[in-house]
C-alpha cells in the first residue's frame, strides 16, 4: 500500500504519521522526490483502515500495490534511481558501459584489455574471477587472485570495476570492489541476496536463464529488503527452444522493467546471443530500447580465451561497438 502525501507537508507531520503506521507493525518507506512524497507501507497492511489513512488532512491518496515487489516497484519509487561508482552513473538517463572479459586471466590480459576499452570509452572494467562453470572440469576462474588482477587494473586505469561471487564466503575479497555481480544462476540463491542485501555495494543483478521478470524483481526485492537499495538490473537472455543463440535476448524486459521498476536496467548481449557477430546489433538494440547501459565481453586474443571466447568482441570491434552506441544514444535524445 502506498500513501501520497499532499504537497507542502511538513517533515513533523510526515514523523507523525510514520510513527503512527509503525505503532501497527508495517515498515514504512519514504520516497523523498521532488513533487511529491510518498510512504509506502510493508508488511500486513490488510488490518489498515484505508479509509481513514486517506481522510487525513495531509494524505493526498492511498493505492493497494498489488504487486509482490514492494520497494523495487515504481509505484512506491516513482523518480528513476540513479546508482554512482566512481564519475560513473546508471539510470535516469546516465548510461554506463560496462566490457572486459569473461574471465581474469593473467595481469597482461586483463591491463591490456582495461586499457583498451577504457581508450573506447568504457566506463566500468569487467572481469570473472570467481567463474560459475557447466562442466567442473572447465576453468574455474583466478579467483581471489583474479580479484586482485582487478584491482591492479583499477588502479592502472581508474576504471570502477564489476566482478561476480558465487559465495558469501569470498564477500571480503570485494572489499574494494565497485559493483558485485550476481549471475544466471545465483539469481534465486536467496541467502546470498540477502546478505548482499546487508552491504551497501551496489549489485548487479542478472536474470536467470529460466526465470521471469516477477521473480527477477523479487529476487531485487531480497536484496533490497535488507537494506541494500542500489540494484542494477541485467537482462541477459534467457532459455527457449531456439538454439541458434546461446540464449534469446528478451528486449521487452527491458521497457517492462522500467514500466515495474525505478531501478536501472542494463543489457548483457555477449551472454545473450554467444555469438560475437550478434552483439553489436543486439547492443543497438539494446540501447534504442532504452537500456541504461550495457556490459560487454571483450578479450585481446578471442581464440585463445579461457571462457566465452565465441561472444568476445576484439578491442577493435568493441571501438566500433562503442562509437555506433554513442551515435544511437545522441539520436535518442
Ligand atoms: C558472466 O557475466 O560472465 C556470466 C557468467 O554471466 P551469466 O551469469 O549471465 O551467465
Ligand atoms: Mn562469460
Known amino acids: 500500500m ?26 514504512v518507506h519514504v520516497s523523498q522526490g521532488a513533487e511529491v512524497t510518498i510512504l509506502g507501507l510493508i508488511g500486513d497492511t490488510s488490518r489498515v483502515d484505508m479509509e481513514l489513512l486517506g481522510s487525513l488532512e495531509i494524505v493526498e491518496s492511498v493505492k493497494r ?6 520497494q523495487a516497484n515504481r509505484k512506491f519509487h516513482p523518480e528513476d534511481t540513479v546508482i554512482e561508482v566512481g564519475t560513473a552513473k546508471i539510470g535516469g538517463g ?43 572440469y572447465a576453468f574455474q576462474g583466478m579467483q581471489g587472485e583474479g580479484i586482485k588482477l582487478l584491482l591492479k587494473a583499477k588502479a592502472e586505469t581508474g576504471l570502477p570495476i564489476v566482478t561476480e561471487i558465487m559465495n558469501i564466503s ?5 572489499a574494494d570492489i565497485d559493483i558485485i555481480q550476481v549471475g544466471a544462476r545465483n539469481m534465486q540463491n536467496f541467502d546470498l541476496l540477502k546478505e548482499l542485501g546487508k552491504t551497501n555495494k551496489p549489485i548487479l543483478l542478472k536474470r536467470g536463464l529460466a526465470n521471469t521478470l516477477q521473480e527477477l524483481l523479487m529476487s531485487a526485492e531480497y536484496i533490497m529488503s535488507e537494506g541494500n537499495e542500489n540494484v542494477i538490473l541485467c537482462e541477459r537472455g534467457i532459455r527457449t527452444f531456439e538454439t541458434y543463440t546461446r540464449n534469446t535476448l528478451d528486449l521487452s524486459a527491458v521497457s517492462v522493467l522500467h514500466d515495474l521498476s525505478h531501478l536501472p536496467v542494463i543489457v548483457d548481449p555477449s ?28 578479450h585481446n586474443n578471442p581464440a585463445c580465451a579461457l571462457c566465452d571466447g565465441a561472444q568476445s568482441l576484439t578491442p577493435a570491434q568493441f571501438d566500433v561497438l562503442s562509437k555506433r552506441v554513442a551515435k544511437i544514444r545522441e539520436a535518442l535524445v
Open 2 to 27: 502506498i500513501a501520497i502525501l499532499k504537497h507542502g507537508t511538513t517533515a513533523e507531520q510526515t514523523e507523525h504519521l510514520i510513527s503512527w503506521l509503525k505503532r501497527m507493525n508495517l515498515d
Open 65 to 70: 500495490v498489488s504487486e509482490p515487489f514492494k
Open 94 to 136: 546516465n548510461f554506463a558501459m560496462m566490457a572486459g572479459p569473461c574471465s581474469v586471466e593473467s595481469e597482461e590480459q586483463i591491463i591490456e584489455v582495461a586499457q583498451a576499452v577504457k581508450a573506447s570509452g568504457a566506463h566500468i572494467l569487467r572481469g570473472g574471477a570467481f567463474k560459475p562453470r557447466t562442466s567442473p
Open 170 to 174: 569470498t564477500l571480503d575479497l570485494f
Open 271 to 298: 551472454h545473450a546471443t554467444g555469438k560475437a557477430k550478434l552483439v553489436p546489433p543486439m547492443a543497438a538494440a539494446a540501447v534504442a530500447a532504452g537500456a541504461d547501459g550495457l556490459i560487454i565481453e571483450v
